[in-house]
């Protein structure tokens, strides 16, 4: 092949690119086109579920195609270029979630869905201090409050649903790499949530920034709580005089004096 036919490929390519490119970029300021998508909630559920879980980084297509996702995602608009303008953040709303969900090394759907969704509160509920930075409290409340109707409205299972909800409310929750913390948020939702959870939150936190070290409580010990979560788990496990086929009113039958003993004998 020679350079001029190398040059003519290429030019042919960057045309097709570039009349493809704006023939969507019409499309996509037809209203009747962004209702399609908008209203296309089967379809959209579907797409939403292959991209993903399958494994792969959605952030340089979401990015891309940015007007197409807020047409399938209305709930998501308000979140592209909003600026945090916080020391702890590197990007701004909609780059930090698609960064998160591609954080989450996972192929979990309520995962994946979960952290697209878990900051989408966050320009409703922002203020902003005296210096200029912005702050956002109660941002997991709001981000459960517009995701619910979201996922009703793609026909998301309500098992589903119920785990995207919890994780995107529990996402910042302060937990610590002690027993006592770890054994309350198992008992209230159950270990796999904690192992979801701890996917999600990781994703997080390792794309904020902490300027002042991470010693400190807003660096989430992920290693240590998983840990802690084994040992609970393995404890579970183990076993235990309860787990017996036979109790102290058997040993007294049997004859053993009430006591100690009886404790003794069946441990």
């Known amino acids: 092949m020679n350079d001029y036919e190398k040059k003519k490929i290429c030019d042919d390519i960057r045309n097709v690119l570039l009349t493809e490119n704006l023939r969507f970029q019409r499309a996509m300021k037809d209203p009747d086109v962004v209702q399609c998508f908008t209203e296309s909630a089967q379809e959209?559920?579907?797409?939403?579920?292959?991209?993903l879980t399958c494994g792969e980084d959605i952030a340089p297509t979401f990015i891309k195609f940015s007007d197409v996702i807020s047409a399938?995602?209305?709930?998501?608009?308000?979140?592209?270029?909003?600026?945090?303008?916080?020391?702890?953040?590197?990007?701004?709303?909609?780059?930090?979630?698609?960064?998160?969900?591609?954080?989450?090394?996972?192929?979990?759907?309520?995962?994946?869905?979960?952290?697209?969704?878990?900051?989408?509160?966050?320009?409703?509920?922002?203020?902003t201090d005296h210096e200029g930075h912005r702050?956002?409290?109660?941002h997991a409340a709001?981000?459960?409050r517009i995701a619910e109707?979201?996922?009703?409205?793609l026909g998301v299972s309500e098992e589903e649903k119920a785990t995207v909800l919890a994780l995107i409310e529990c996402?910042?929750?302060?937990?610590?790499?002690?027993?006592?913390?770890?054994?309350?948020?198992?008992?209230?939702?159950?270990?796999?949530?904690?192992r979801k959870w701890a996917i999600l939150r990781k994703a997080d936190r390792d794309d904020h920034i902490f300027p002042y070290g991470t010693n400190t409580r807003f660096y989430t010990d992920i290693d240590g709580i998983l840990s802690v979560l084994d040992c609970l788990e393995a404890e579970e496990k183990r076993f235990k005089a309860a787990?017996?086929?036979?109790?102290?009113?058997?040993?007294?039958?049997?004859?053993?004096?009430?006591?100690?003993?009886?404790?003794d004998m069946l441990s």
Do not use: Q
């Open 171 to 194: 996402h910042d929750m302060a937990l610590s790499p002690t027993k006592k913390s770890v054994r309350k948020v198992v008992n209230e939702y159950g270990a796999d949530f904690v």
């Open 72 to 127: 399938m995602l209305p709930e998501l608009k308000p979140c592209i270029g909003f600026d945090h303008k916080s020391y702890f953040h590197k990007h701004n709303v909609y780059e930090h979630l698609l960064a998160v969900v591609d954080g989450c090394h996972t192929y979990d759907f309520t995962v994946k869905m979960a952290a697209l969704l878990h900051d989408i509160g966050k320009p409703h509920v922002y203020t």
């Open 243 to 263: 787990d017996l086929a036979i109790n102290g009113n058997d040993l007294l039958r049997l004859g053993l004096p009430e006591g100690k003993a009886i404790g």
């Open 44 to 51: 959209n559920l579907a797409w939403l579920r292959s991209i």
């Open 142 to 144: 709001e981000s459960v």
């Open 135 to 138: 702050h956002f409290r109660g």
């Open 149 to 153: 109707p979201l996922l009703t409205r």
